[in-house]
């Protein structure tokens, strides 16, 4: 099992920044982890959709096209963390956003993730 925690929402104006952060444990979790951790969001009304991916092992990243160059995904190894960076934020990017974990790297920013954190909810004011 894995265990996911998130934190770092809140409300913010338009064009400010947050950083969500996600900590990851549980038995099978390790640092040296082959674990695909990935942020997805979901606003009301709407599916759950992917925002951005990191191959722990490794670093390789991958963003949704509406986030690139304003969302960077990154990890801390020695805090098993993996952070969402959000800067030029816009009413748009309002949402509950979900922390995952799944071992496949090829489903990376579909929805078919083993382990979800309970989301932490971001908010733009215009």
């Known amino acids: 099992q894995v265990q996911l925690v998130e934190s770092g929402g809140g409300l913010v104006q338009t064009g400010g920044s947050l950083r969500l952060s996600c900590v990851a444990s549980g038995r099978t979790f390790s640092t040296a982890s082959r674990y695909v951790m990935a942020w997805f969001r979901q606003a009301p009304g709407k599916e759950r959709e992917f925002v951005a991916g990191?191959?722990?092992?490794?670093?390789?990243?991958v963003y949704a096209d509406s986030m690139k160059g304003r969302f960077t995904i990154s990890r801390d190894n020695a805090k098993n963390t993996v952070y969402l960076q959000m800067n030029s934020l816009k009413p748009d990017d309002t949402a509950v956003y979900y922390c995952?974990?799944?071992?496949?790297?090829?489903?990376?920013?579909?929805?078919?993730?083993?382990?979800w954190g309970q989301g932490t909810q971001v908010t733009v004011s215009s």
């Open positions: 995952a974990a799944e071992p496949r790297w090829e489903v990376v920013t579909t929805t078919v993730y083993d382990y």
């Open positions: 990191l191959r722990w092992n490794g670093g390789s990243t």
